[in-house]
Structures are given as C-alpha cells and as structure tokens.
C-alpha cells in the first residue's frame, strides 16, 4: 500500500518541461513528473493554485531537500500576492522548518503543501505519508543538531499543531493577520 499521496495523480496543472508546449492544462503531475522540473517550473506550475484564497488546493512536492527552498519562495510568492507583507519572513522561515521536518523524519516519497487564509489569520500546512505526530523538544542536548526547528516554529506562530490524517499527517502553523494588512 502507497504512502500519502505516493500513487494517486494530483489535479494539478503539468508544467511542459519539453518546450514543445505539447502538455495541456488537464494533464496530471506525478512523482517522475515533479522530480524532473527545476524549482523555477515548479514554482510556475504551483503559485496560481496555491494564491488562490477561495481554493483548499494543495501542491504536491518531491521528498527531497531541494522542496524546502522550493515551499518557501512559493510561500513567499502568496504571501506577496495577497499583500501580507508583514508576514513575508516569518511565513518563509516557519515553511522551511516545516518542509524540512517532513523531509528528515517522514520518510515518504511526496510532501503537501496549503496555504489557506481566513479572516484574521493565514495557516500554512504541511502534509506527509507518516503517521508519527512531532514533537516539541524543550530543551535539547548541547551539541545535539536536531530538535530545533519546531522549537523556532513554537516561539514565532501564533499557534501551530498536528492532525493525524487518514493516510498521514498534517503539521501546520498560524499566523494573525494584523489590521495593518491590505484586504484582497
């Protein structure tokens, strides 16, 4: 049986990575499909889905490191869409930490990634086929290199939390949005 999102097709668009511009809008992005793309198709493949503030879409990346960096300019790329600038380096460093977690520990072939905003607060979700929830370590070894990065999410989210999902999990973080902020 596959992990969270390993065998099913997403419904996002497919970049055409050939030039021949032979893909259509309707074809489905797989695992061999996203792993071939740099971060710049994918982040012109996934930024009108996720930007989207009336969609629950989500973007499916590859496990492997190079998504963090990949997650947050896509991030970044909402985030200035919607004009939530207040929350640019925050929302870019709370992604990473999440992206990168679920890289390290999950173990599964693909991640998610949600942006959603509702009135009042941007949440931002990561998704992975782990059924295992993290968690927060309080104070960790000297000279021991893990167990920060949630401790960063903690200290900066307004609030943040993991759900167990049918075939995963979900960690995602919180962010007020200030009044200051424009409206879409």
Same mark, same amino acid.
């Given at each position: 049986?596959?992990? /969270?999102?390993?065998?099913?097709?997403? &419904?996002?668009?497919?970049?055409?990575?050939?030039?021949?511009?032979s893909s259509g809008?309707? =074809?489905?992005?797989?695992? !061999?499909?996203?792993?071939?793309?740099?971060?710049?198709?994918?982040?012109?493949?996934?930024?009108?889905?996720?930007?989207? %503030?009336?969609? =629950?879409?989500?973007?499916?990346? %590859?496990?492997?490191?190079?998504?963090?960096?990949? =997650?947050?300019?896509l991030?970044? &790329?909402?985030?200035? &869409?919607w004009?939530?600038?207040?929350? *640019?380096?925050?929302?870019?460093l709370?992604?990473?930490?999440?992206?990168?977690?679920?890289? +390290?520990? #999950?173990?599964?072939?693909? $991640?998610?990634?949600?942006?959603?905003?509702?009135?009042? /607060?941007?949440?931002?979700?990561?998704?992975? &086929?782990?059924?295992?929830?993290?968690? *927060?370590? +309080? #104070?960790?070894?000297?000279?021991?290199?893990?167990?920060?990065?949630?401790?960063?999410?903690?200290? $900066? =989210?307004?609030?943040?939390? !993991?759900?167990? *999902? %049918?075939?995963?999990?979900?960690? /995602?973080?919180?962010?007020?949005?200030? !009044?200051? !902020?424009?409206?879409?």
């Amino acid at each position: 049986m596959a992990g /969270w999102g390993e065998a099913e097709r997403s &419904s996002l668009p497919f970049v055409d990575t050939r030039g021949d511009g032979s893909s259509g809008a309707g =074809a489905a992005v797989v695992l !061999a499909d996203l792993e071939r793309m740099t971060a710049d198709e994918m982040e012109h493949a996934f930024l009108g889905v996720l930007s989207d %503030p009336e969609s =629950a879409e989500e973007v499916r990346l %590859p496990s492997r490191p190079e998504s963090a960096g990949i =997650a947050r300019r896509l991030v970044l &790329s909402v985030l200035q &869409s919607w004009k939530l600038h207040q929350l *640019l380096e925050a929302g870019e460093l709370l992604t990473g930490e999440l992206v990168a977690n679920a890289v +390290v520990h #999950a173990g599964g072939r693909m $991640i998610g990634l949600r942006v959603v905003r509702r009135p009042g /607060w941007l949440r931002v979700e990561v998704r992975d &086929s782990s059924r295992a929830l993290p968690c *927060l370590i +309080v #104070a960790p070894e000297i000279g021991y290199q893990n167990g920060h990065g949630l401790r960063v999410v903690d200290a $900066i =989210a307004d609030r943040w939390g !993991a759900e167990l *999902l %049918p075939r995963g999990k979900g960690v /995602w973080f919180e962010m007020k949005i200030r !009044a200051s !902020a424009s409206t879409l």
